[in-house]
């Protein structure tokens, strides 16, 4: 039976959709894993979203199905991608997470394995504390939490500006958003889909 590998971000502009199509292509690279995409529901008014472009930006990824808080429980791995909000998880991401009371209530994600990746607009934006502090959800849930080791030396990159940490895949979207995921940014977040891939399938066996 294949491990099953849950990918749930929200993007606004596609910064993150591109980091989860990243995600779920390393996570592919391990055999008998099955990765399914899907977005958190969005609350912010379509006149909004118009005026700030973000509509447009958002039908690159528009087939992606909505997640609905149960189907966690169906998983064996769930990355979660968020953009960062001063330093926290967006709260698109935050009102998702805040449904899953009867499945903590249950135990239903106790023993599954969680991992996180982000970005934000400048290099100091809040990318490490938007990573731990979603991690504290993940202990209350009771999951296995994973991030990057350095054996993905991609980390230590010095000769470029680039996202990246221990504690999850980064990117950096500038403050304008014009900057797209990096090369190194991209390799790092399939690292961490292939990372937690693997660890997930070793569990569920």
Known sequence: MATQMQVVFYSMYGHM??????????????????VTLYQVPEFVPAEALERTGAKAARQAFAHI??????????ADAILFGTPTRFGNMCA???NFLDQTGRLWAQGALVGKVG???????????????TLTSFHTTLFHL???VVGVPYAETRLTKMDEITGGTPY??????????ARQPSENELAIARYQGRHVAQIAHKLAR
């Open 17 to 34: 959709y591109q980091m989860a199509e990243a995600v779920a292509a390393g996570a592919r690279e391990v055999q008998g894993v099955d």
């Open 115 to 129: 991992s996180v990746f982000a970005s934000t607009s400048t290099q100091h934006g809040g990318q490490e504390t």
């Open 65 to 74: 199905p909505v997640a609905v808080p149960d189907q966690l429980a169906e």
């Open 142 to 144: 009771g999951m296995v």
């Open 92 to 94: 698109q991401m935050r």
């Open 168 to 177: 999850g895949a980064t990117t950096l979207a500038g403050s304008d958003g």
